[in-house]
């Protein structure tokens, strides 16, 4: 007699809340990804548990693809659960934190101790789509999800991280950002914003961030509450955008620094200095010539316009 087909078996995922009210939002939005165009999710097997010490017994007796879990829990913390994986073996598990905590050394911290990624309450379903869809295995015989491959060679190693940094930074508002080919006229643009990022232990710069003019009106006018007409207005007429908006997106860039690829174990990069060059930046075309690494991405806001952003390891 043939052999019966064994087909595929779907991702597993464990979503780790105290709240059955949130392990019901999340496992809504994460069904909803078969019939997202944009943010496309396979069929998954989803599994529940109530904290931390119950979703060890989970992974015990079989484990997921991906953890999703709250950071504040009774008996055992998502903190104390990634611990615990990381010392049980599991340290290849990707865990993802879903949290109402926003000050931002904890969120650091949750990073530092290995979640792949870090998503505040309330969360927006695309956003969580995204970042999930970015750490699931692909499947043999099964629809490949759009996940751009990482380049050889890359600035910044995970692109659903970033996504999620920006939408922490932008709140609800839709955005697309994807990976880009490399712009060789990026050296020859003269409004950019320009960030410089240095490491500890380190002398001169470690790496440089760019935002093009439109991306600088696009991240720090929404940050800032600008209209969009008169986000519109100033992309259109080709204008500077102002000193408010030019201090949103640098904290956005700032944020960045947490993404930007670790060279060495001891590297913390961080944020050095960030300004509007209203000139070509001279040694942007030899550090796009030789660098160790770089990424480059575009992004659009649908109804509002588009922009490219880049980052540079020198």
């Known amino acids: 007699m043939p052999q019966e087909e064994r087909l595929p078996r779907p991702p597993r995922v464990l979503i780790v ?21 944009d943010n496309p999710l396979p069929p998954l097997q989803i599994d529940t548990a109530d904290d931390g010490a119950a979703a060890l017994d989970r992974v015990a007796a079989e484990r997921p693809d991906l953890v999703l879990s ?14 615990a994986l990381r010392r049980g073996g599991h340290a290849d598990l990707p865990v993802g934190i879903v949290t109402t905590e926003t000050r931002a050394e904890r969120l650091h911290e949750a990073r530092r101790r290995g979640a ?7 969360f927006d379903d695309r956003a969580l789509r995204r970042a999930v869809a970015g750490l699931l295995p692909q499947r043999a015989g099964g629809p490949a999800l759009e996940v751009p491959e990482l380049p050889r060679g890359s600035a910044i190693d995970s692109l659903a991280q970033l996504q999620q940094q920006l939408y922490m930074h932008l709140g609800t508002r839709g955005f697309d ?10 050296a020859e643009r003269p409004t950019q914003l320009v960030a410089l990022y240095g490491s500890a232990g380190r002398n001169g710069p470690y790496a440089i961030g760019l935002l093009d003019a439109s991306a600088c009106w696009l ?3 929404i940050a800032a509450g600008a209209s969009s007409a008169e986000i519109q207005a100033g992309m259109a007429a080709g204008l500077e955008p102002g000193p408010r908006l030019v201090d949103q997106a640098g904290r956005f860039m700032r944020a960045c620094a947490a993404q930007l690829r670790k060279r060495s174990a001891s590297d913390v990069p961080a944020l050095s200095a960030v300004r509007l060059a209203r000139q070509r930046f001279e040694r942007l075309p030899e550090l796009m010539a030789r660098n160790s690494g770089r990424s480059e ?18």
């Open 70 to 83: 709250d950071w504040h829990m009774p008996n055992v913390g998502g903190l104390q659960l990634l611990q």
């Open 116 to 122: 792949r990624f870090v998503l505040p309450k309330p």
């Open 17 to 37: 809340d105290d709240s059955r009210a949130i392990q019901a939002i999340i496992r809504r939005a994460l069904e909803g990804g078969v019939d997202d165009d």
């Open 297 to 314: 991405f575009s992004l659009r806001l649908p109804g509002l316009g588009q922009g490219r952003l880049a980052f540079l390891l020198v």
């Open 177 to 186: 950002l994807r990976r880009a080919e490399q712009d060789a006229g990026l």
């Open 219 to 221: 991240v720090g006018g």
